[in-house]
């Protein structure tokens, strides 16, 4: 057990339009989820991390503005990066804890993302 | 400053030829020390999670442990579908909330 999806898997789309990535757990609940984003050979940035009924938690130089987190049920996160441009370009992965499995997290497959 | 560093940065190994990957970090806190196996365009992989110091887990050809500032994922006869990426992970902190990735071991295996 403890599978997480990501929906898309790649999307490219035209500059200045909003991109919204869906992560689920699929055979847990989850109380919270995290965003990361990773660039080519470079390790995972934490973008934000979510509990589920309350607002996403931001790390530093994370624009909430700009990646809005939706954390509506102990299965589903949504990631919207709106208005995306070239340099949001990038590999997007989500990860979940699991209720009663510790600290330990789960990641999605990623979702990459092409701003043309 | 909290930090973690992963080392060799890359590792090339012949079947069968055993190694270690190490993993040093320097937090306030410890909470837990992950490790994770990465393949090219697709999410980490769990693989294992040491809460303390002394412990050791296993899972096949791969054998994590736990020190006071380092961890090492040793890798026993390992073969060409190990190779992939290897990151560490460490979870601080007081309320557990700081998380800090490495930049991986890249491993091939080479037949």
């Known amino acids: 057990g403890a599978v997480v999806s990501q929906h898309p898997s790649r999307v490219i789309c035209k500059s200045g339009t909003s991109v919204k990535i869906e992560c689920r757990s699929l055979?847990?609940?989850?109380?919270?989820m995290f965003w990361y984003r990773q660039f080519p050979k470079k390790s995972l940035m934490l973008m934000a991390t979510?509990?589920?009924?309350?607002?996403?938690?931001?790390e530093q130089g994370v624009e909430k503005d700009k990646f809005l987190i939706n954390h509506a049920s102990l299965t589903l996160s949504t990631l919207t990066v709106t208005s995306a441009h070239p340099e949001d370009s990038s590999f997007y992965i989500c990860?979940?804890?699991?209720?009663?499995?510790?600290?330990?997290?789960?990641f999605g497959p990623g979702t990459r993302l092409l701003v043309l | 400053e909290d930090q973690v560093t992963q080392s060799p940065e890359a590792l090339r190994l012949q079947e069968g030829e055993s190694s270690s990957l190490n993993c040093s970090y320097t937090v306030s806190g410890l909470r837990g020390l992950f490790w994770y196996r990465q393949d090219p365009g697709k999410g980490p992989e769990f693989l294992f999670t040491?809460?303390?110091a002394g412990e050791e887990k296993e899972k096949e050809r791969l054998k994590a442990t736990l020190t006071k500032k380092e961890s090492f994922l040793h890798i026993t006869a390992p073969k060409p579908e190990d190779s992939a990426t290897y990151l560490c992970?460490?979870?601080?902190?007081?309320?557990?909330?700081?998380?800090?990735f490495g930049t991986g071991t890249s491993l091939t295996v080479i037949p």
């Open positions: 990860s979940a804890k699991a209720i009663g499995r510790g600290e330990t997290q789960y």
């Open positions: 992970a460490v979870q601080a902190g007081i309320a557990g909330n700081q998380f800090y």
């Open positions: 040491l809460y303390s």
């Open positions: 979510s509990n589920e009924g309350s607002k996403a938690t931001y």
């Open positions: 055979d847990f609940q989850a109380t919270t």
